[in-house]
C-alpha cells in the first residue's frame, strides 16, 4: 500500500463519522498532510447569494472551532505516524478554507532569464517578492496543465508498483 493510501486509510477509521459528509479529501506530498472534509450546507441557503456565502462560511468558522482539539489531538498522532505535518480545511457549498498549512521554503537555482521573469511579476506588482512570483507561477501552471500534471502522477504511481514489485 503507498504511503498516501495508508495515511488515508489511517484517516478514515481516525476521523470521527459525524465531521464530514463524505470521505474527506487527503492530499500528501513530502511535508504535509492536508486534510480537507464536505460539511453540509445551512438549511434555506441554496443559491450563489452573498448572503449564501456568510452562512457557509460561518458553517465552516463553527467547525474550525468546534473540533479543534480533537483535530490537534489527531494531527499529533499522525504527524509521529507519518513524519508529517497535518493541516485542515473545510468545504460547505460553494465556500473552502484551509486552515493553517505549511508554505515551505524550496532552494532553486535560475538562470537570469528566468529571474527576469520573476522581476518582472514584482515589478508588475502581481507579487510582491521573487518567492511570491515563483509561487503564483507553480499555482498558474498546476491550474492550467491539470490533465499533464496528472498523467504524470499516474505513470509515477506505475513507477513506484513496479519498484515495489521487484526484487529486494
Known amino acids: 500500500m503507498s504511503d498516501d493510501a495508508d495515511i488515508a486509510a489511517w484517516l478514515s477509521g481516525r476521523l470521527p463519522q459525524d465531521w464530514f459528509e463524505t470521505a474527506p479529501a487527503v492530499s500528501v506530498d513530502r511535508e504535509e498532510i492536508v486534510v480537507t472534509g464536505r460539511l453540509a450546507v445551512p438549511d434555506g441557503t441554496e443559491g450563489g447569494t452573498a448572503a449564501t456565502r456568510r452562512a457557509e462560511a460561518g458553517r465552516i468558522a463553527r467547525f474550525r472551532e468546534e473540533t479543534r482539539p480533537a483535530r490537534m489531538r489527531i494531527a499529533d498522532e499522525a504527524e509521529s505516524l507519518f513524519g508529517r505535518k497535518v493541516a485542515w480545511g473545510a468545504a460547505c457549498g460553494q465556500t473552502e478554507e484551509l486552515f493553517t498549512n505549511l508554505a515551505t521554503p524550496v532552494m532553486t537555482r535560475l538562470r537570469q ?4 521573469v520573476l522581476d518582472t ?5 502581481v507579487a510582491r517578492t521573487r518567492s511570491e512570483a ?3 507561477c507553480v499555482r498558474l501552471v498546476g491550474q492550467h496543465q491539470q490533465d499533464w500534471i496528472q498523467q504524470l502522477r499516474e505513470a509515477l504511481s506505475g513507477v513506484e508498483q513496479a519498484r515495489a514489485a521487484g526484487p529486494r
Open 134 to 136: 515563483l509561487a503564483w
Open 121 to 125: 511579476l514584482v515589478d508588475a506588482g
Open 113 to 116: 532569464p528566468q529571474r527576469q
